[in-house]
Nanobody, 115 residues
Framework: QVQLVESGGELVQAGGSLTLACVDS????????LGWFRQTPGKEREFVAS????????HYNYFAKDRFTISRDFGVSTLFLHMNNLKPEDTAIYYC????????WGQGTQVTVSS
């Protein structure tokens, strides 16, 4: 059974917005720091943002600051990434996991930003 299921990625124009969602089907998000990561072909997967399950602290990679917001919903064990002012360099497959990542990676969701 796939545990992490990401969704919400699509093709958008530069300057547009998207909200990604990640559902943890096994309900193991509680009490962990959670993160979004992204990967483009030929590159290492990189950290995007993280949040403590309590929601009290967040961290962002430099490229995500002031444009992306990470959040979570206790009730449905879902992690979100709200992305604004998207740029072509944000094009990547986006993944969620605990932070540091220790769960099997899901399939991710493709975000493509056209110029």
């Amino acid at each position: 059974q796939v545990q992490l299921v990401e969704s919400g990625g699509e093709l958008v124009q530069a300057g547009g917005s998207l909200t990604l969602a990640c559902v943890d089907s096994k309900g193991t998000f509680n009490n962990y720091r959670l993160g979004w990561f992204r990967q483009t072909p030929g590159k290492e997967r990189e950290f995007v943002a993280s949040i403590r399950w309590t929601g009290l602290t967040t961290h962002y990679n430099y490229f995500a600051k002031d444009r992306f917001t990470i959040s979570r919903d206790f009730g449905v064990s879902t992690l979100f990434l709200h992305m604004n002012n998207l740029k072509p360099e944000d094009t990547a497959i986006y993944y969620c996991n605990r932070d540091p990542p220790d769960l099997t990676w899901g399939q991710g969701t493709q975000v493509t930003v056209s110029s």
